[in-house]
């Protein structure tokens, strides 16, 4: 670690799930980017993974007793030192058992003390939170739901179980997030990324294509990478995130809204913007198709296109009624053809990023403001930047600061 960088360290519960396995890529992951790791388990954790795969990766005794013998730090009221001087603490596997103690101030063990003795200010940032790992009927029994709300309520986050095959052999909801999730979701929470609960974000990534025939298109150079992380960050700060995806060339999740043209994306957008408070427009939109389509394949040895506008889909929505948040993204190396289209498509916000930067996995952003500031990032990568991003929208949507006339809309559901 370089000098003068403080190491982050973090508290890993682990508890009696079969999961309780993949908390050992957790802590790899960490490790891999030098956090310090310190894991408490609990005696059912210790009866399912061994105390020793932790201690090797982690360098460091794990905690499993409230009066041990073998002590991690000198205090003799460790538990105490345990919930205080972590800078995030996690815990993968959760269980009902300890998700039920916390929420009735049950402690009777180290892990349910020490989750106790957090100080209030660390629950407020954001910097506990809780993988669940359950059965379906036992993650979705209301006295269950009702301990997730109490403490969700009183600032706890919970990243929330997949969807898959469990351990029970039945498949339904109540796998633990994967460990890169989680980890991605400790990252974010260090960023202090305002909480946008109860707020509906819609993404579009990837480039939609426009056929000249049943072969050929028209396209633009886009990998989908950065909608994809900006859906997932949004998602992460809890906001009910849906992502358009035209053509992509990575991994896209499950549901994901596939289109393929413009006019395709441009429909997704109407039919999801009446309920949309936060609009992103990442996807690289085609500008241009055919007048024309054939129906077969041309086989002329010389071919002249008469091509037509497509849809400015970021303009229709600028033009209804009590918008959402508008984002948008200028792929340019004028930073002058950036603020022309912030002014004319009455974006709240415009990316604009070099040519060179479609299709790679780094960004070089300035972002500008509607209120005319003009902010410039160093270069990160699409995820690093992200991150960023959906941080900087969060405190426009939350602080209302850089446009006074925006409207929350009223939520559904």
């Not at 299709?359 to 991150?387: H, N, Y």
Request: net charge positive.
């Amino acid at each position: 670690m370089p000098a003068g960088i403080k190491t982050v360290e973090l508290l890993l519960g682990v508890t009696g799930s079969i999961a309780a396995y993949k908390a050992l890529e957790l802590v790899r992951l960490c490790r891999r980017d030098n956090w310090g790791v310190t894991v408490v388990m609990t005696r059912s954790a210790c009866r399912l993974v061994g105390v020793e795969s932790f201690r090797t990766l982690t360098g460091r005794p794990v905690a499993r007793e409230l009066f041990p013998r073998e002590r991690i730090f000198s205090s003799p009221v460790e538990h105490i030192d345990l919930a205080t001087r972590p800078d995030i603490i996690v815990i993968a596997p959760a269980t009902a058992n300890i998700i039920g103690k916390l929420a009735h101030g049950i402690a009777d063990d180290l892990l349910a003390t020490l989750l106790l003795a957090i100080p209030e200010e660390k629950v407020r940032q954001g910097r506990v939170l809780f993988a669940p790992a359950m059965n379906e009927n036992m993650w979705r029994n209301r006295i269950v739901q009702n301990n997730v709300a109490r403490l969700t309520e009183l600032g706890f986050r919970f990243i929330l179980p997949a969807e898959g095959e469990l351990a029970c052999g039945v498949t339904g909801t109540g796998r633990m997030a994967e460990p890169a999730t989680i980890f991605a979701h400790c990252q974010s929470a260090l960023a202090n990324i305002p909480r946008l609960s109860g707020v509906s974000a819609l993404v579009t990534t990837g480039r939609t294509e426009e056929p000249i025939d049943p072969v050929r298109i028209i396209t633009n150079r886009s990998s989908g990478l950065l909608g994809v992380e900006i859906a997932r960050h949004f998602a992460i700060a809890g906001a009910r995130t849906r992502l358009i995806a035209g053509a992509v060339s990575v991994p896209l999740p499950a549901d994901a809204i596939r289109v393929r043209t413009t006019r395709e994306m441009a429909d997704a957008v109407a039919r999801f913007l009446p309920e949309t408070d936060i609009l992103v427009m990442c996807a690289a939109v085609a500008d241009y198709q055919p007048a024309e389509t054939a129906g077969d394949k041309y086989h002329a040895k010389q071919l002249t296109l008469k091509l037509k506008r497509t849809p400015d889909i970021l303009t229709l929505v600028a033009r209804r009624k009590n918008p959402p948040l508008l984002v948008g993204f200028s792929l340019d190396n004028s930073l002058n053809r950036a603020k022309d289209k912030l002014r004319h498509k009455h974006l709240d916000l415009i990316v604009a990023n070099p040519v060179e930067t479609a299709g790679s996995e780094m960004i070089k952003p300035t972002l500008l403001f509607r209120s005319g500031r003009t902010q410039r990032l160093p270069e990160l990568t699409k995820p690093d930047f992200a991150r960023e991003l959906v941080k900087v929208v969060a405190q426009l949507f939350n602080n209302n600061s850089e446009q006074p006339s925006l409207r929350k809309k009223t939520k559904k559901g």
